[in-house]
């Protein structure tokens, strides 16, 4: 993923009153590389932040061997919701870039 990227993603029939895990694995191609995760809870008249995670450029592993273990835990999601969002927006410099690998989410 390259600079300003933005990937995500809407999962339907998540139910709501649980707690959920976003956990991946992430690697910066480049010193000045960043990333903002967000997981949204939709219900039928908002969305609701339910966790976000901001990983600074000076802060991701940028080797080629090393990726950094990142993981949300949400607050509880409404009692209505219907979905989520899972959102990743990438923040690099020139053409540098981002590798996310092995994306999971989970009901705690």
């Given at each position: 993923m390259k600079d300003n990227t933005e990937l995500s993603q809407r999962i339907e029939g998540?139910?709501?009153g649980c707690f959920y895990q976003l956990s991946f694995f992430a690697r910066g191609e480049g010193a000045q590389v960043g990333l903002t995760a967000r997981?949204?809870?939709v219900t039928p008249t908002q969305q609701i932040t339910g966790g976000t995670l901001t990983i600074r450029q000076q802060?991701?592993?940028n080797s080629n061997r090393d990726f950094g273990f990142y993981k949300i835990n949400t607050s509880a999601a409404p009692a209505n919701t219907t979905a989520v969002?899972?959102?990743f927006v990438v923040d690099a410099?020139?053409?540098q870039s981002m590798d996310l690998d092995?994306?999971?989410f989970t009901n705690l």
């Amino acid at each position: 993923m390259k600079d300003n990227t933005e990937l995500s993603q809407r999962i339907e029939g998540v139910p709501g009153g649980c707690f959920y895990q976003l956990s991946f694995f992430a690697r910066g191609e480049g010193a000045q590389v960043g990333l903002t995760a967000r997981v949204t809870f939709v219900t039928p008249t908002q969305q609701i932040t339910g966790g976000t995670l901001t990983i600074r450029q000076q802060d991701m592993p940028n080797s080629n061997r090393d990726f950094g273990f990142y993981k949300i835990n949400t607050s509880a999601a409404p009692a209505n919701t219907t979905a989520v969002i899972i959102t990743f927006v990438v923040d690099a410099s020139g053409q540098q870039s981002m590798d996310l690998d092995d994306v999971s989410f989970t009901n705690l």
